[in-house]
């Protein structure tokens, strides 16, 4: 496995300041942030100049691009963001399903949605990965596996994110067996809560849930029994990218995005040594 | 058990840094550096009286138990320092070095029994443990010293600090090591180690998960054998290291030391 970190928990730093911390923390790669608001790094309007410093720093400080987070799928954002993949040899780009969770006619439509940029990505030669999401139409292991069964591209895979699996009510152990043959990415963080607590907006505009603070999602001080669930991916052989993914830190101080970012390496890199990984 | 890390891993910075990162990096609690010549704005048990309200407050803000204090040198007047020190602050237990060289032979090693013994017999009456590990290239240095010094130290006010790291520098299997010894360890000091030393590696590398010892083995044989006492980070060498650097060190062996204690179910 591959252990990296998506630098859109350096969302409020520029991208060198997230490869430098990343590197610190002693991941193998990163997942570069397309998701605009939260980071300003790889931005899909203007990758072509973005992408020698992406190419760069992945030199500089030793970290492999591991794939590439660009949450809208829309083929007029996708077609760039394929684009650039495939320039700066990024294999995987991670999006979200949308939709609305328990209605059916949202279901098909992301999932016809969701077939037509996977053949895009096909002409790119670049696996196209949605997780499941809380709130979204594919947001639990049932309508994993419809959206699986029925996307048959071999350049659509299933980003697994047991965060929000365990939000569903499930057990993320059993639900990664249950879709591992087509998973081709991980996102990974712990949960304190099934439930997200109460929502309100900080000082700055953003929404805040009381129970996913960035702190919160460190690996390790959840509830998500994570060794568990590295030694299933073990068990699998299975052995792509496994990036740390945490979302709202971007008013952070930086020696808080550190602490965030080495203490989950260092889980990881326990977890994988307790099933004889690593 | 409880995880802390020592202050001396924040050595250029003020003891409120330490506290600070130490805290922010989820530890249970904090082992005081009283080595001036390695973190000078630390502990000096020569002049304690000055900072012992600023770390019970230091304690108390930052939710950080004062699990132990490492005053490493066996000079009896500086030693008496440290018990009073420790028993007005609150501190449980004080670590110590060895002492004498392996160079300096039987005799060496006859030295630091009895400086051992005489201390131990004084932390008794201030109600502190006194702590000692095996060191690399000291009169105390593997397990079989460890084993000599334990059969000849009847204080209950004695125990053993167990290093993992100095241990596998002395061509020794930590794992099976702590199993020999676990009867009288009252704390363990943790780090990795690259290769089989004489030095550690640099401080990033002795991040717990990044050497060569089998760290996931031995919290397990901690957790078998019921062992409910300090687990204190200790790194030498960052005085240079940004602070980030060294938060990323504290982070790293933080989550570490977690997962491990998940894997063997001790949380």
Redesign the interface.
């Known amino acids: 496995m591959k252990l990296g970190a998506n630098s859109v928990l350096f969302g409020g730093y520029d991208l060198e300041t997230a490869f430098k911390y990343i590197a610190m923390a002693g991941y193998d790669g990163i997942e570069l942030s397309a998701i605009p608001g939260m980071s300003e790094h790889l931005v899909i309007d203007r990758w072509q100049e973005i992408a020698p410093e992406c190419k760069r720093l992945s030199e500089e400080f030793d970290l492999e691009l591991l794939a590439m987070e660009q949450p809208w799928p829309d083929a007029e954002i996708m077609k760039p963001a394929f684009e650039a993949a495939k320039v700066l040899g990024i294999p995987v780009i991670n999006c979200g399903p949308r939709g609305e969770a328990g209605n059916e006619d949202s279901l098909k439509e992301r999932i016809e949605v969701l077939a037509g940029l996977a053949e895009l990505a096909e002409s790119y030669d670049v696996m196209l990965c949605v997780k499941a999401h809380v709130g979204s139409a594919i947001h639990n292991t049932p309508t994993t596996l419809r959206a699986l069964e029925q996307i048959t591209s071999p350049n659509f895979g299933c980003d697994f994110d047991p965060s929000h699996i365990y939000r569903e009510g499930e057990d993320p152990v059993a639900a990664l067996d249950a879709v591992m043959g087509r998973i081709r990415h991980i996102h990974l963080r712990d949960c304190v809560s099934r439930d997200m607590g109460e929502r309100t907006l900080d000082a700055n505009g953003n929404i805040r849930f009381q129970n996913m603070a960035p702190e919160m999602q460190i690996n390790g001080r959840g509830k998500i029994d994570l060794v568990a669930l590295m030694a299933v991916m073990h068990d699998h052989g299975y052995d792509g990218p496994v990036n740390l993914e945490i979302i709202g830190a971007k008013d952070y101080p930086l020696a808080d995005c550190c602490v965030i970012a080495a203490e989950s390496r260092g889980h990881m890199q326990a977890c994988l040594q307790a099933c004889g990984n690593r | 058990m409880k995880l802390g890390a020592n202050s001396v891993l924040f050595a250029a910075f003020d003891m409120e840094t330490a506290f600070k ?1 130490t805290a ?3 530890y249970d609690g904090i082992e005081i550096s009283a080595m001036p010549s390695m973190s000078p704005l630390h502990l000096d048990v020569t002049r304690w009286r000055e900072r012992a309200d600023e770390i019970r407050r230091l304690s108390k803000e930052y939710g950080l138990e004062l699990l132990a204090m490492e005053q490493p040198r066996q000079d009896p007047e500086l030693m008496e320092q440290a018990f009073q020190a420790a028993a007005e602050i609150g501190i449980p237990i004080i670590n110590c070095g060895p002492g004498h060289k392996e160079d300096e032979g039987e005799e060496g090693f006859r030295q630091t029994i009895a400086s051992l013994d005489r201390l131990s017999r004084r932390a008794e009456t201030f109600g502190l443990t006194l702590c000692v590990k095996a060191h690399v290239k000291a009169s105390i240095r593997d397990t079989p010293t460890t084993l000599r010094a334990m059969a000849e130290l009847d204080s209950p006010a004695f125990g053993i600090d167990m290093d993992p790291s100095h241990i596998h520098r002395a061509g020794e299997n930590p794992v099976d090591a702590i199993r020999q010894v676990i009867s009288r360890v009252k704390h363990v000091h943790i780090r990795d180690c690259k290769g089989r030393g004489p030095r550690p590696g640099t401080p ?1 590398e002795q ?4 050497g060569d010892i ?3 083995g031995y919290m397990a044989v901690l957790h078998e054998a019921g062992y409910a006492g300090p687990v204190d980070l200790e790194v030498i060498g960052a005085w240079e290291y940004s ?3 060294c ?14 204690l ?2 063997c179910g001790n949380r």
């Open positions: 990162y922010m990096a989820g990033p991040a717990n998960g990044r089998d760290l996931v602070l980030e650097q938060i990323v060190i504290a982070a790293e062996t933080r989550g570490h030391m977690q997962a491990c998940q894997a």
